[in-house]
Each structure stands twice: as C-alpha cells, then as structure tokens.
C-alpha cells in the first residue's frame, strides 16, 4: 500500500501514547477500489491497551496480489480498549486527532 499521507503524534501523561495515521486519499469508491486509511496506537510506555476482534474472516477480495502478513483481516467489530484515567485521556485526544486529520485530508478533496 503506497501512503500519500501520514500522520504521528505522542500524548504524554501518566503514560504514553502515540497515534500514527495512513491514509491513500479519496480514490472514489467501496473497499475494492476506494481509498484506504490506517489508524495505529502505539504504547510508548506504561499504557495499558487491549483490542478484541470479533467475527474474523479473511478477506481475500480486497487483498488480491498484494497479500502480505500485515494485510487486514475484515472484522464485524474491533474494540479497542483504554486501561486508566490517563489512558483513557490519551486515547480520546489520540482518536480525535486521527478523525480530525483524515476529514482535513478528505476535504482537501471536496470528500468531507
């Protein structure tokens, strides 16, 4: 997958938190030939993060020849889970930065 945009920031309390975000920008369609966008969360020490997957099944249409091992899976639901007041804080500024940034991308566009 080429990225045409990036985004990463550090939210530092009690612990530490950092969000990276991909995006390909608008490409005009469904998963099959639309654009794509990754949001990643990464503990940088001390927070206490768990995600649950629910209804795995591969998703082998969307995935094509680029198959890899760092290709998604298609999911009904992913919770991903905040353990602590600082935690919980850094996950919600984390979330709606990512939000912020892929709506400023799209709408660069005239998509959002």
Known sequence: MIWKHKMMRDYERACFLRVEVHCTGSRGGDASHGGHAMVRLVSDGGAV???????????D????ENENDDDPVHAEAVE????????MLN???ALADAGAYLRAVLSSRGEA
């Open 80 to 87: 991903v889970w905040a353990v602590g007041d600082s935690e």
């Open 61 to 64: 249409e969307w995935r094509g």
């Open 49 to 59: 993060l768990g995600v649950v997957v629910q209804q795995v099944e591969e998703w």
């Open 91 to 93: 996950l919600a500024d």
